[in-house]
């Protein structure tokens, strides 16, 4: 099965600072994947470079079979999906509007949206229980509605690959346990898969099958989350002792006070 993304030897730096060195990464349709790290990693700057935000230099980058650095911005939103980690409020926008906009990847030059297009934005507007807002202004919105907002765009597009950073940022338990089950169910699948930025480790170990764990000094880890999800090789990337607990539910990673 082709990989949704593949990079080959793709070295993030930032500062002077290597982030990460020489990442040979394969995502397959149907992976959840989990970017782990500790505060100043480079997970966001590397998860850039993966969307195509930022130049990726002499490595190289596929996209469902496609030179990322080929590919126009039109295309590269029609294959890869991104969720930034600080929300926008735009310029007074509407719920509804802010939805569709996830359509206009597909659009045709001068196009608009239609019958089809609005039937989608609305599914997803429904999934993240935002039907109440559609025709509020992002203005008036609280930090948890706009991020349900900007996930729900993000569904809309409707691509192969999804990148989040930080997609459970500002909501409560309720919503992150909601909002992580539609994402699960419409984001991962046998013609899609993702990647999201997540700081909880009990939450990665729940919501995604892989990981990618970046260490601060360049080093990287990636694999099945079993394999990596153990204390010692968690509390070296960490810089922190962490212990894991056995319980009925799976393991339960802590931070050792």
Not at 10 to 36: H, K
Not at 125 to 140: C, F, H, K
Request: hydrophobic content about 40%.
């Amino acid at each position: 099965m082709r990989p949704l993304l593949e990079t080959r030897g793709l070295s993030v730096s930032a500062g002077g600072r290597m982030l990460c060195e020489g990442l040979d990464l394969l995502i397959r349709p149907g992976q959840s994947w989990a970017l782990l790290g500790r505060n100043g990693a480079g997970k966001t700057t590397l998860l850039h470079h993966l969307a195509g935000l930022r130049p990726v230099g002499p490595a190289q980058v596929f996209v469902d079979g496609e030179d990322l650095a080929g590919l126009g911005p039109r295309q590269r939103a029609r294959r890869v999906g991104i969720l930034l980690q600080h929300s926008s409020r735009g310029f007074g926008a509407s719920v509804l509007d802010t939805v569709l906009s996830g359509r206009h990847p597909h659009l045709s030059t001068l196009a608009w949206e239609n019958a089809s297009d609005l039937a989608i934005a609305t599914q997803c507007i429904q999934a993240l229980d935002l039907s109440e807002l559609g025709a509020r202004s992002l203005d008036t919105l609280s930090g948890g509605e706009l991020r349900r907002v900007e996930i729900a765009r993000l569904l809309a597009q409707q691509t192969p690959l999804s990148l989040l950073d930080e997609p459970t940022n500002h909501l409560d338990l309720a919503h992150q346990a909601a909002c992580l089950r539609t994402l699960l169910t419409r984001c991962v699948d046998a013609r899609r898969a993702m990647l999201m930025v997540v700081h909880d480790l009990n939450l990665a170990y729940r919501a995604c099958d892989h990981w990618l764990l970046l260490d601060g000094d360049g080093g990287w880890h990636a694999g099945a989350r079993e394999e990596l999800s153990d204390p010692m090789t968690l509390s070296r990337a960490y810089g922190h002792p962490i212990s894991c607990i056995g319980s009925e539910q799976g393991p339960v990673f802590v931070a050792q006070m």
